[in-house]
């Protein structure tokens, strides 16, 4: 009878974890919308599994998302904010381009946001910026397309 229930046991929780695993897995839907828009998903086909692809510190403080954001995070919850009062139609895509098209800088690192996502450092995060000089992410960005490249895609639905 002891063995019955530890094996019921070991089932039981066996079976949770593996309905819990694409819980922990997913990536929240602003995640999912910003990695291909800012071409992180390149060279990556499994990116919607892999969490180091863009981390909530992208734009939270905290390692697993939620309140309080970072300065990006702010720089977008803004974003939504003045869309909202423009009359906008609040799509994500939308206003991560116009935060992006600002120009700002909103850790304060001496890297616009957008030469921040070029590079890939947290464009929330002052200990985080390029290891290349500024006229040469600049000058590398510009080749890439500027933030242009970072435009949503069109004939794509925006949620």
Known sequence: ???????WMGGGLATLVLLGAPVALALPKYRLQAIPQLRYDADNPLWTL????????YCHVHE????????????I??????????GGKGKFPDVLYATLQAGQDADGD????????????LPGD???????PLAEVQAAFAVAG??????????????
């Open 77 to 86: 919850r803004a974003g939504f904010r003045a869309d909202a009062e423009a």
């Open 146 to 159: 500027g933030v242009e490249q970072y435009a949503p895609a069109k004939g794509t639905p925006k949620k």
């Open 1 to 7: 009878m002891g063995r019955l229930n530890v094996r």
């Open 50 to 57: 892999d969490r180091r692809v863009m981390a909530c510190t």
């Open 110 to 121: 001496g890297y616009p946001d957008a030469l921040e996502v070029f590079a890939r450092t």
């Open 126 to 132: 002052p200990a985080s910026r390029p290891d290349q």
């Open 64 to 75: 697993g998302g939620g309140a309080p954001w970072n300065p990006f995070g702010e720089a």
